[in-house]
């Protein structure tokens, strides 16, 4: 069937509401990759989300998104997974975005990679990360499956994907949702009720979750538990600082530590991780 221009399965435009559907589509010969992002279920159910400045459509939660895929456009250089059309089709909003035929690396695969690859992988990440940190954007939903490794030409690659929880700095994120074992304390206290204004930082105490995986397949130890399950932002909050396994190499984990500072503000940037990262990277031991 045909929507909005795009030859597509019936099942991409299934009516369940509070679920996602996706698969691959195609439009004048190109396969692209296309998710029904939210299904509102009424016409007016974002009605309480805000217009940006300059908007001309009463559709507050299309506009929201339409801003944000603006910002990740910018970031082409950085290995982000753009959006390149966002539509609403009756009371569902879709996500259209490139195809990736390759099958991305398993966690364990990744951590059983050598060191000069695992570095470089390391370093395109941080440098995605950057580049979104300086558009303002902020993925909030970093986590290891997020993070799409695929084989290359010059050794392996790191995609960042799957941006629909995200939202500009100075703008609130139109929903909360997280796996509890990659959010931020801040995240965490916004969850809680509190008056918390939430940035790329967040992102960043969550990436240092994911490099420390990516490194020793298992996220940092959370003081008391036998578990890395949990929540380790709600340990930070707690007071508790996050057990680094000793294997990571020196520059490796001190960077990791400076991503988990429980303060956002007090925070290593990933700009600033990377700088350090690609100007140390011979000693990293």
């Known amino acids: 069937m045909k929507l909005n221009y795009y030859d597509t399965a019936d ?6 509401p509070g679920t996602f559907s996706y698969g691959a589509v195609s439009r004048d010969g190109h396969k692209f990759f296309m998710k029904k992002v939210v299904n509102t279920g009424t016409e007016d159910s974002f009605s309480d989300i805000p217009l940006r400045s300059g908007s001309d459509s009463n559709d507050g939660y299309l506009n929201n998104r339409l801003d944000y895929y603006k910002a990740l456009a910018q970031c082409r250089n950085g290995n982000i ?22 099958t991305p690396l398993l966690l364990d695969e990744i951590v059983s990679l050598d060191t000069e690859n695992r ?3 390391t370093k395109s990440i941080l440098y995605s990360y950057a580049f979104l940190n300086f558009r303002h954007a902020v993925h909030f939903n970093v986590k290891t499956s997020n993070i799409m490794v695929v084989p290359s030409e010059k050794g392996f690659a790191a995609k960042i994907i799957n941006f629909d929880f995200g939202f500009l700095e100075n703008t609130e994120p139109h929903s909360l949702n997280g796996s509890t074992g990659y959010i931020s304390p801040e995240h965490y206290l916004k969850l809680q009720g509190m008056p918390i204004t ?11 979750i994911v490099l420390h995986e990516m490194w020793t397949g298992e996220k940092p130890g959370i003081p008391g538990m036998r578990s890395t399950a949990g929540s380790l932002a709600e340990a930070v909050c707690r007071g ?26 007090k925070r290593i940037t990933a700009a600033r991780a990377h700088a350090i990262l690609a100007k140390n990277a011979n000693h990293v031991f």
């Open 240 to 265: 508790s600082a996050p057990v680094l396994r000793k294997e990571l190499p020196g520059l490796v984990r001190e960077l990791i530590r400076d991503m988990l500072a429980p303060v956002a503000e």
């Open 198 to 208: 939430l940035s790329c930082q967040s992102d960043v105490f969550s990436l240092g």
């Open 81 to 102: 997974m753009i959006v390149h059309d966002f539509f609403k089709y009756r009371s569902s909003y879709f996500a259209v975005s490139d195809y990736i035929s390759r």
């Open 11 to 16: 099942n991409i435009t299934g009516d369940n």
């Open 119 to 121: 570095l470089l992988l």
